[in-house]
């Protein structure tokens, strides 16, 4: 027969208590910072949050240990006070049957996931700050644009098809989405780095998604555009064309999240303090300019790094390289018509050129601190359109309309309920007086008794606030008399126009890309008769396109238009072209122990002196000593891949032999004892090939010939210093790329 003994009061177990401490929300797991570790440092708080001092520092585990339920708990006489159970022979291992710590433990497992975003899915963020100028008081009186006003903000970058997964590098449309917590409640920007969208009628959305999503049957392919259904439905709504072209671009693949332009896509409508409206258009233009990889680097890094933009953003905030965007608006007067230069403000497929009005810097955003908790944070982060503040508002853009439906409604089934708006993240920080009540999740403990309006019992609260006291008043409208139809304007049948300024506006390396954008894509699809619609559909655009791409899928070209339109073009939509800082670039310095060493210990410093990033890649990781002092190796040739460099700076003499590059990984050296590491021409012979600038100091010019590079090709510098070359290359870095190298590069090409 089992004993029979008693078993504690789970309450009562000193170590049951110590366990249901809260988890410390840092992220950063540093050693340093676990005896500070807190469960709620705060919404949006930077103040706790520690810089890293070196790009590439390791980071740590913890080392905590959650195991909360194991069978380690001993009952001792003192706790034999609750309910009596039968207790079998011990044997080691065995799961006691009150494990209830287990039991909360894998219940609370079993659901730590919620659905991911139906689009969007794959994003990161960071906190910052949002600095106004004061340039907008004439047109809004959003207090948050005022001079020098400081508002916290939260903003998460995305891509858009793929899972949340899935690698940041693909070709496809990037989210930005900014969240602004300013006194007057929170405004969210949920734009894109792209200033058009594919649809103009909110209800085409499911199909333009369920077409760009991996296939029903087998679920593949992830996080593409290059497949049937979604040339399908690009090929069969024309309006989707000027879109398309767009992530045909280089735009479809950024460098960096950092780099990246962002824009609202609608018209919204400002309000001044006199209760005047101008039409406007929100861009978001980073202080770095605006760059993207080339589609061969987007590959390998979907491959060798799927967290690429990632990283980036958060290596570069933990440097204090703090990326920065200035916000700008385009203005337009608020006429009956809603249009500007002829064309239709509220047609979401068009832009309005910069040439023809300018965008008005009228604030600076500046992110300086990663999150805490991706969950939390990140992943629970929930923008709407509908989050307005005083002094700036919605038009009656049709695809606006239904976004804001659609941004509430979405949370319901992702956050569970509707007091998602209570999580820390989403909260405001102005105080509320609602009379939203229960519901899943209620954290708010609402006190009174009457959450209606007007009331005589709660001292009238919640009440109807008033322009006086700061409420957001819609804009009373003129509704001119006519007939209620679901049918498009005429003014949003212009497909082409939009899309020919934009291939035009293109330098010569640009529409090589785009060609082979094109080419690699619609040579993905299996369905004749689709890729045959899209050649047609690019014959509008521009024959030399239509014929390249043809040619590249071995298809008879297609048919010249009867007319091919001839906007002017806007040099402002073309990457190329202008000089911009080096700030945050990524400097690769490969070196050996059998080189300069003193050099490259001045050149580490004189490129972090200019705000660039320095990056020491070696044959094989940990330090190199150099006079007394060590130099601590970031990157290895097995883990360096040239994708994430900016510029590289060759320090000493490759292939000297037993003590020269690669003699320090022994296998390589064992292969070819005297010849160049096939790594290290791999990353040089990359690095030229993606346009990026070399410079070569101290007799490393030998590396050239094994990695096919001529001596005196564009952008390959050499010197007799390390300092000298480091000069050259960030003035190269200036214009991003080395174009000359491009093939076609005829440059310049205006
Ligand atoms: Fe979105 N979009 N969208 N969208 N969108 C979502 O909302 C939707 C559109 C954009 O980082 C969803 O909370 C509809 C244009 C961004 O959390 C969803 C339509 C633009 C993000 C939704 C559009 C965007 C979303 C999914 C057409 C650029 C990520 C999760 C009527 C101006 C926000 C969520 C984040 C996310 C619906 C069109 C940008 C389903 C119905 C145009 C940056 O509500």
């Known amino acids: 027969m089992p004993s029979i003994r008693t078993v504690p009061h789970w309450t009562a177990h000193p170590s049951f208590v110590a366990s249901r401490r809260l988890p410390a929300t840092s992220s950063r797991a540093r050693p340093s910072r676990r005896k500070n570790c807190s469960s709620s440092p705060g919404v949006g708080s930077a103040a706790n949050r520690p810089k890293r001092e070196t790009w590439s520092s390791e980071r740590k585990s913890t080392g905590m240990n959650r195991n909360v339920g194991l069978l380690t708990r001993r009952y001792s006489p003192s706790h034999r006070t609750g309910i009596k159970i039968a207790v079998l022979p011990p044997k080691p291992g065995r799961i006691l049957p009150e494990g209830h710590h287990l039991r909360e433990k894998i219940m609370h497992f079993d659901h730590e996931r919620i659905p991911e975003r139906v689009v969007h899915a794959r994003g990161a963020a960071a906190h910052g700050v949002f600095q106004g100028y004061g340039t907008a008081t004439g047109v809004t009186k959003a207090a948050f644009l005022a001079k020098d006003a400081e508002t916290p903000v939260f903003v998460r970058f995305s891509t858009v098809l793929g899972s949340r997964g899935s690698a940041d590098t693909v070709r496809d449309t990037r989210g930005f989405a900014t969240k602004f917590y300013t006194d007057e409640g929170v405004f969210d920007l949920v734009g894109n780095n792209i200033p058009v969208f594919f649809i103009q009628d909110a209800i085409k959305f499911p199909d333009v998604i369920h077409a760009g999503k991996p296939h029903p049957d087998r679920e593949i392919p992830q996080a593409q555009s290059a497949h049937d259904t979604f040339w399908d439905f690009v090929s069969l709504h024309t309006e989707a064309t000027h879109h398309t072209l767009w992530n045909m671009s280089d735009r479809g693949i950024p460098r960096s999240y950092r780099t990246m332009e962002g824009f609202g896509v609608h018209t919204f409508r400002l309000v001044n303090a006199e209760g005047d409206g101008t039409l406007v258009k929100f861009h978001w233009k980073p202080k770095l300019g605006v760059h993207s990889l080339v589609w061969e680097e987007a590959q390998i890094a979907a491959g060798v790094d799927p967290d690429f933009h990632r990283r980036d953003l958060a290596d570069a905030i933990e440097a204090g390289a703090f990326p920065q965007w200035e916000l700008g608006i385009q203005t337009f007067p608020d006429t009956p018509e809603q249009t500007f230069a002829g064309i239709d403000l509220l047609d979401p497929t068009k832009l309005v050129p910069e040439e023809l009005a300018p965008v008005q810097p009228i604030g600076l955003l500046t992110l300086n601190a990663n999150p805490s908790n991706y969950f939390a944070e990140t992943e629970q982060v929930a923008f709407h359109v509908g989050h307005l503040v005083p002094g700036i508002d919605v038009t009656d853009d049709p695809l606006l309309q239904g976004r804001l439906f659609s941004y509430l409604d979405t949370q319901l089934t992702r956050l569970g309920g509707p007091n998602f708006g209570q999580l820390p993240i989403n909260r405001t920080h102005a105080p509320v007086n609602d009379m939203l009540r229960d519901g899943m999740h209620q954290t708010a403990v609402h006190r009174g008794v009457a959450p209606y309006r007007p009331n005589s019992l709660d001292g009238g609260c919640p009440f109807l606030a008033g322009a006086d006291a700061g409420a957001f008043i819609e804009v009373p409208a003129h509704v001119a008399e006519s007939r209620k139809v679901r049918e498009a304007l005429a003014s949003f049948d212009d497909h082409f126009r939009q899309p020919r300024l934009f291939w035009l506006s293109m330098t010569p390396p640009e529409r090589e890309h785009i060609i082979a954008a094109y080419t690699f894509e619609l040579g993905k699809c299996y369905e004749q008769a689709i890729k045959e619609r899209a050649l047609a559909i690019l014959a509008n655009i521009d024959p030399q396109l239509s014929d390249r791409v043809a040619a590249g899928l071995s298809l008879p070209a ?26 945050g670039r990524v400097i690769g310095i490969v070196t050996d122990s059998a080189t300069d060493l003193d050099g490259i210990r001045s050149v580490r410093q004189a490129v972090l002196d200019a705000g660039m990033v320095p990056l020491v890649v070696a044959p094989a990781g940990g330090t190199i000593a150099a006079g007394g002092e060590s130099i601590t190796v970031q990157r290895t040739f097995a883990t360096a891949r040239s994708i ?73 510098v050499h010197s007799e210093t390390g300092s000298s070359t480091l000069e050259q290359v960030a003035q190269l870095l200036g214009a991003h790329r080395v174009w000359e190298r491009f093939p076609a590069g005829i440059w310049p090409p205006h």
């Open 558 to 583: 297609p048919a010249a238009p009867s007319r091919l339109l001839d906007p002017e073009p806007s040099l402002a939509l073309s990457q190329l072209g202008g000089t911009w800082p080096s700030d």
């Open 644 to 716: 994430e460099f900016d510029a590289l700076l060759v320090a000493g003499v490759p292939g000297r032999g037993a003590d020269a590059y690669g003699a320090r990984d022994a296998q390589a050296a064992d292969a070819a004892p005297s010849a160049a590491d096939p790594r290290l021409v791999l990353l040089l012979a990359e690095a030229f090939r993606h346009g990026k600038a070399i410079g070569l100091w101290a007799g490393a010019d030998t590396i050239l010939s094994p990695a096919g590079i001529p001596a005196d090709a564009p952008g390959v």
